[in-house]
């Protein structure tokens, strides 16, 4: 079972940045990667995922603000957060998907390795 730990969360304020990253404990070069985040009360979202070749898929809410990448040879995962916003305040979750490798997806039922989470919290 791979294992992903997620890192980099904090409190800021609105208009700051952040990076988030996931550290894996297996390769992930031919896995699709992804981003998701949920707020209390809310239902898990897609953020952005990254396909094995490089493909990206953003959910228009972060569009031009945020940045998904990869460093295979690191087996680790990124999320550039800029221009935050009070409503980006929630816990971030990486995950991958060996199963739907191929896809270009935000649904987390795609996803079948989670990590733990990072809180993130943005203050106006």
């Known amino acids: 079972q791979v294992q992903l730990v997620e890192s980099g969360g904090d409190s800021v304020q609105a208009g700051g940045s952040l990076r988030l990253s996931c550290a894996s404990s297996?390769?992930?070069?031919?896995?699709?990667m992804g981003w998701f985040r949920q707020a209390p009360g809310k239902e898990r979202e897609g953020v952005a995922s990254?396909?094995?070749?490089?493909?990206?898929i953003y959910a228009d809410s972060v569009k031009g603000r945020f940045t998904i990448s990869r460093d295979n040879f690191k087996k680790s995962l990124y999320l550039q957060m800029n221009s935050l916003k009070p409503e980006d305040s929630a816990m971030y979750y990486c995950?991958?998907?060996?199963?739907?490798?191929?896809?270009?997806?935000?649904?987390?039922?795609?996803?079948?390795?989670w990590g733990q989470g990072t809180q993130v919290t943005v203050s106006s």
């Open positions: 995950a991958l998907t060996r199963r739907y490798y191929w896809k270009d997806t935000l649904r987390s039922t795609d996803f079948e390795s």
């Open positions: 990254i396909g094995a070749g490089g493909s990206l």
């Open positions: 297996e390769d992930i070069h031919s896995y699709l």
